[in-house]
């Protein structure tokens, strides 16, 4: 019989039986009571004193009364008030703590039937109170720091404003946010992150008074309450003690670390009444701390809440804008400083606010990058920019490369490079009429990564300008290290290189920096026809700004190019000009007498009647050399020519004066404000020799100057070549190294291949052998580097005849010898035998 089925049924007749029984003998469930390991008492339920009818042993064990002291508790008037209660339903009771005994409670059963009574059950509770109290701990504390968290904080917090309320205190409210966590993660993972946090609670703990408060409220941010601060001043000095706190490095994964810390800092009662307006107070503080660069702290200031109101305002009507199609895709174009013609194009958007009007790319860009839009609104531009350079190449427009503007975040962004080369193939628009504006920011950031995203672009086929360049923090080594096909001036910088000796020395070190590396240089923000003509003088490649055009619309800009608008011939970089010359005297009879004579010499001839308006036509004309009187009413000729010096230094410069007394003008002449000096009256021939020598002169020092810049032109293009040769060289050294990878993937797979496989050279050597094939020709001796017909002669029935196929005996099997001839598919060449058992053996 199978004792399984035995045993489920006795189980089925048991409890069944069981099921059938109304309740147990009485002397068992006596002797079950008394057995039970839990402590039981049994009382009736009869008021007022509820007589004890029984306790089992266990009860005196675990409460650690004697017999006689369990009945007196039992009898006592807690249990007798507890059993009342009881029919109101009370069903536990704490057991009074006595010392060495753990928690313990009673748990109340009303016990109906005839005569009612109570059983109360005696339960040891100490490990749940354990367990509630550690819940308790983890909802009120930070997992990492052990730090109260911010419900906990929040309720310190409200207590220490109630205390300092009461005594008429004041007390500071920090946010310190750890500004370089991100970066640990990023670079050293987010172990490491964590390591740094956990290790600046500590410090922070440590420094702490007995009457402050830390807390974390999650992410980078600790939380932290002053107490007895008299005022900010105060405040701000305590600021300073924590910096020097976090200031020695920590130990993080191994590195020396330093915790970069911003504080902002908000005081109570002054800049708020409530818990959670002190907060976000101090919130703002950190962030405006955090903008302007961070380890730093800053105090609240009421301005702050209203920006931020304002920003809020601005995030949430800028996400209608998308949606409402409500930006706009301007164009300023970008003129070439040889040609004069246009070359390129930036795109700037635009915000056109049903309220506000035309919003400006700096006002709406940080914030479209904080509320996580650019994403978007990037995507969007480059479609837009797309459509705009079709439309214009449909107009018969010749093809004009377009600028794009790339913020630091957006250039993070993963699939960057894919998400374009996707456009530009969905809109066909070519990859060389793209280009991408950077700032320094970007390459700063995560350098590695950034040079490999820079590769990527690269290699669709884009070009890559560094934009802002020449404020802030600019590095003429990023010039050298990256990828970067042209530098972008900066306005600012732009703005002073006219007046500022400072910044004209730091664009021109620019400029040869950047064409010693064969990188064009742009100029963006030129105003003025002086700051082009400086820029032209000084070999930048191109210009842009307000000076040659503003930002316009995709059709005006349509228009732009079919007109074919220039800059104006004398403001490009190499030109020859008539030779012009300038006559300044206040006497017209003179002015007129020299005209007379030098009208053969074929020169343009400019006259002016008093040093100012010789100033001006100097301003406004390209003069080689000037002529000019002693005595005018208004400014001596000295003067004057001691001005037109300083601002054309390389006219050449004559006196010509009736005017003997010399003295005023020695010191011109000392100081080379004058070239030659002569007197009136003059001698026609002598004169005209004089000027003519000095045309010469000027001559002489235009070619000099035109030789320098053809030859810093060909530097320019010699370095421009040699870093188009060095891409070209670590792309061909990459191929390589790709190639070298996959041919020795390819020779490990036919090492372990089961199909044995020789290799030969096209001479017949055997070049190549794998496993299988070794093993299968074990017994003929060394076959590698020996002629294959004289090794392996069996292989060669009718003599070598490639791609041919025969069978062969090899250790008395029967194989069939493919001969593969290489080279038909690729650059290799001999051949490759494979052997295969035959399918009829022999
Ligand atoms: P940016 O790339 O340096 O752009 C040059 C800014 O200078 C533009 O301001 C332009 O309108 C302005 N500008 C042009 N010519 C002159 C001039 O002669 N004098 C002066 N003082 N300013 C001139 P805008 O359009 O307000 O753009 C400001 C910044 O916003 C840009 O600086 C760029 O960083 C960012 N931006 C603009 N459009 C975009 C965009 O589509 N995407 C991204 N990510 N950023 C953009
Ligand atoms: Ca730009
Ligand atoms: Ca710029």
Redesign the pocket.
Known sequence: MNSDASECNDLADLSARLSGLQAPPPELAQRAIAATPNGVALLRAQEPDFPVVYANPAFCRLSGYTPAGALAFLSGDTVRNALREAAHGLRMLPMPAREGNPKQELRILPLPGTPPCFALVLIDTSELHAFREQLAYQASHDALTGLPNRKRFDENLARAMAHAGRRGDALAVLCLGVDNVNLLNESLGHAAGEQLLASVAGRLRQHLRAHDYLGRHGGNEFVIVLGEVANAHQAGQLCEQLYQALAPSLLVAGQAVHAAASIGVAMYPQDGGDAATLLRYADLALSRARSNGGGQYQLFAPEMSQRALQRIQLEAALRGALEQDQLE??Y?PVADLQSGAVCAV?????WQHPELGLV???QF?PVAEEAAL?GT??DW?LQRACRDLRAWQAAGLAPVPVA????PR?FRERGLANRIAHQLAECGVAPELLTL?I?EAVLTHDAQASAHTLEQLKALGLSITL??FGTGYSSLSHLRRFPLDQV?I??DLT?NIVAGADDAALAKTIIAMAHHLGIEVVA????TEAQCDFLRRNMCDRV????FS??LDAAAIATLLRDGQRLPAHLLRIQKQKRTLLLVDDETNIVSALKRLLRRDDYQILTAHNGQEGLDVLAKNAVDVIVSDQRMPGMLGADFLRAAKGLYPDTIRIMLSGYTELQSVTDAVNEGAIYKFLTKPWEDDLLRGHIAEAFRLKEIADENERLNLELRTANHDLASANRRMEELLRQKQQQISRDEVSLNIARELLQFLPLPVIGLDDEGMIAFINAAADALFRKSGALLGNEAALVLPELFPHGLVPSTSHGTDIEGLRYDVVIHPMGASSQSRGSLITFSRSEVST
């Open positions: 895709l301007l300023q930036e795109a700037l958007v635009r400006n790319a700096s860009i650019m609104i990037g531009i794009l503007n790339v913020s957006q504006e700032t934009d802002d972008k900066d306005c703005r963006e923000g030129v105003e842009q700004g307000y000076f503003t930002p």
